[in-house]
């Protein structure tokens, strides 16, 4: 009868702690606050294993993670104009490097 009893209030206990950070993130994604807008054309410097290099994007959305541990990142939804293909990538507000017209021009690839 004590399992049970000590089972059913972990299992409370579980539930009001998915609850309270739920709403803590609920609230941090309210707070969020976006930098540049839907529709503005900017540049993002893209680092991984490949490449090393600034690509012009346009953004289309405004979106943020899903992840409780990175709910303070404000994310865009962007197009990037790399070759021939215009590819969709989700972009981190911090790798974006500038607007496009504040660096003068928008580069394609």
Not at 20 to 44: A, D, F, P, T
Not at 58 to 68: D, G, H, N, R, V
Not at 89 to 94: R, S
Request: overall charge positive; charged content about 25%.
């Amino acid at each position: 009868m004590k399992i049970f009893l000590l089972t059913i209030l972990l299992i409370i206990i579980c539930i009001l702690a998915n609850y309270v950070k739920n709403r803590i993130y609920k609230k941090s994604i309210n707070n969020l606050k976006y930098k540049y807008s839907v529709g503005e054309k900017i540049i993002y410097h893209q680092i991984n294993c490949y490449y090393n290099r600034m690509v012009g994007c346009e953004i289309l959305e405004k979106c943020y993670s899903t992840k409780f541990r990175k709910r303070n990142t404000p994310l865009y939804k962007v197009k990037a104009y790399v070759g021939d293909n215009d590819t969709t990538w989700v972009i981190p507000e911090w790798r974006i490097e500038c607007l496009a017209t504040t660096y003068g021009e928008f580069p394609k690839y």
